[in-house]
């Protein structure tokens, strides 16, 4: 028995794929509410670039492990540009006044974008770990798993760490047997090691530039997200009973990779 053609349709699975939208709401003569598929399909192509950007800081981690700057340059720059499409996104969302997302807001019920698992799986990556990210998490549910596993994982700047090593850079030892479950702590003498790499290592210090890039990216998006949320709901809690736009402001301008934004007084 010969097996169907691939076409464009089956191998993107896209009847499944539109299939996926199903608005809640109910609003005049029994439509649902317009805005609200605007709502459902960013939010679902949100986790489809999440996703993708998993794929690739996992791909990268293993580049600068292997020493392959080449490689790993490459995969920043994909990151990066992925990034500056989230920040894009936001752009769309807010074509959504407050008036059209209070229509079907209440449909929501506890859904909010805090239960996002890939999203959190992105910070835990990049090293901003949280048990009570994993604790949100449905009890043996998959999402929980998953998070559980990269809490026990290095983070993104721990391969950073054994690349510099294998570019000859001394670097602690306690800082490579750390506690990869602990958030990182700035360390001066790791300040010391980077500084010598600007000045004596072009192609790591390209490395070092790009993962300033991805925190400065992650910044980006992060507040962009809040001033959204603000413009959308101002001061009313999130969807789902979370804080809203004060809990996102706390995010903003929290270094994922501090050593390498303190050195540049040194530089």
Known sequence: ?????????????????????????????????????????????YELWFKQVLHELDYLRTRLEANDAPAALHTFK????????LVGQVDILETMTPLSFNSFRGRLESASGFQSAQFREVEFVLGHRQPHAIAAQAEGSEPRRRLAKRMGEPALFDSFLRFLVANGFDVPRE??????????????????????????????AQV???????????????????????????????????AGAEYLRQTLFRPLFPDLWAIRIHL
């Open 1 to 45: 028995m010969t097996s169907a053609a691939v076409t464009y349709s089956n191998y993107l699975k896209v009847d499944e794929l539109l299939a996926c939208q199903r608005c809640r709401s109910v609003g005049e003569e029994g439509r649902p509410e317009h805005d609200e598929m605007l709502f459902i399909i960013i939010h679902q192509v």
């Open 78 to 85: 994909r990151i990066l540009t992925v990034l500056k499409t």
């Open 175 to 204: 800082l490579l047997e750390r506690d990869v479950t602990q958030r990182w702590e700035p360390s001066e003498t790791l300040q010391q090691t980077l500084v010598k790499v600007y000045r004596t290592c072009p192609l790591c």
């Open 208 to 242: 070092c530039e790009r993962l300033v890039d991805l925190d400065e990216g992650l910044q980006e998006w992060r507040y962009r997200h809040v001033k959204m949320v603000e413009r959308t709901i101002g001061a009313k809690p999130g969807t789902g009973g979370s």
